[in-house]
């Protein structure tokens, strides 16, 4: 599904990710750990299209994101860190043209719509300005437009920031659901109990260069995963 190798960003004489290698097959949830500043957020945002990389290469079911970006991003979708989302419209309108962008028919695009803002309860706010949206509303709008389309690929920068327990337990069932019909799930996140719980795969970054990688059995063992990542950060 998605295929990273030797991916090497620079920030001028900095060096961001360094020959970072890493496969997220059909059907995974792919939980990507490490401090601030190690690499994750410049690791997803090569992977979407977002950042040009200095060496390596990222493909999306076979397609190069750099020869074939639309292609690619037609089959994936990315929640960033912070939902920067445009606040001057309301969020029936945003989801709206979120559809237009995929060319979702309006028949699906409608239920769609319906099904997950009714999950998250925000179907009452969708007539209200995005401007007037809590962090947290907007973390779920990101939500459903993500989903809108129905990805192969999702791809999320800490998702759960902002989400409060209910809306956190339902993403990540959202996530076990999707990626159980064969889709596939890249993300990043600070809360290492969820991820220990959640993930197939992880793998931990530090100061740009992957440390370790792997099953979840294989990556923390007999320990919890923030053991391992702690004792690997203090190496």
Not at 8 to 15: D, F, M, S, V
Not at 99 to 105: E, H, L, Q, T
Not at 125 to 139: E, F, N, R, V
Not at 180 to 209: M, N, P, W, Y
């Amino acid at each position: 599904m998605l295929n990273i190798e030797h991916l090497t960003k620079r920030y001028g004489e900095k060096t961001a990710v360094d020959d970072l290698s890493l496969h997220i097959a059909p059907g995974e949830i792919y939980g990507f750990i490490g401090h601030n500043g190690a690499g994750k957020t410049t690791t997803l945002k090569s992977v979407v299209g977002i950042l040009q990389f200095n060496e390596g290469r990222i493909t999306v079911n076979g397609r190069s994101i750099r020869d074939e970006p639309v292609r690619c991003k037609r089959e994936m979708a990315y929640i960033p860190d912070n939902p920067d989302l445009y606040e001057f419209m309301s969020g029936i309108k945003y989801l709206n043209f979120i559809g237009d962008i995929y060319a979702i028919p309006a028949d699906e695009r409608q239920e769609r719509i319906r099904k997950y803002a009714d999950l998250f309860e925000l179907t009452g706010d969708l007539a209200q300005p995005i401007s007037a949206y809590s962090h947290g509303m907007k973390q779920k709008l990101a939500v459903i437009a993500a989903w809108m389309h129905a990805p192969k690929l999702i791809i999320m920068d800490e998702p759960f920031v902002g989400l409060d327990p209910k809306a956190a337990h339902l993403l990540k069932e959202m996530m076990r659901e999707h990626c159980d019909r064969g889709g596939a799930i890249f993300f990043s996140t600070h809360v290492l109990e969820v991820a220990e719980k959640l993930c197939d795969k992880v793998a931990i970054i530090k100061q740009g260069k992957l440390i370790k990688a792997g099953t979840m059995e294989e990556v923390k063992g007999d320990d919890s995963l923030e053991e391992v990542f702690l004792e690997l950060e203090a190496e």
